[in-house]
């Protein structure tokens, strides 16, 4: 079984910054490409950040300059570093990681159950 466990959601003011983390337990061989996703109430859930098991990152246009994801794969967390932020970003984060489950013998994409993120002042 592989869990994906997030925090670092909560209330901010705009302007203001919030770190998410989210990390990964279980029966892991290996992860290859790890992410974040949002969802805003009413809206469909998108895609904020995502990193390459080589490091090479991709974001949506609206965080591009305010957000940072970055990994750490000895301890097997990614992490949303969100800076300048806006009552737009308001919505559940959610991670995202794509495992070689060790059991299975192949990659699965697992998810967190989501992070509430509240921009508002």
């Known amino acids: 079984q592989v869990q994906l466990g997030e925090s670092g959601g909560g209330l901010v003011q705009p302007g203001g910054s919030l770190r998410l983390s989210c990390a990964a337990s279980g029966s892991i061989l290996s992860i290859n490409a790890m992410g974040w996703y949002r969802q805003a109430p009413g809206k469909e859930r998108e895609l904020v950040a995502v990193?390459?098991?080589?490091?090479?990152?991709n974001y949506e246009d609206s965080v591009k300059g305010r957000f940072i994801i970055s990994r750490d794969n000895v301890k097997r967390t990614v992490y949303l570093q969100m800076n300048s932020l806006k009552v737009e970003d308001t919505a559940v984060y959610y991670c995202?990681?794509?495992?070689?489950?060790?059991?299975?013998?192949?990659?699965?994409?697992?998810w967190g159950k989501g992070t509430l993120v509240t921009v508002s002042s």
């Open positions: 995202t990681m794509n495992i070689v489950n060790i059991r299975l013998g192949y990659n699965i994409d697992y």
């Open positions: 990193i390459s098991s080589g490091g090479n990152t």
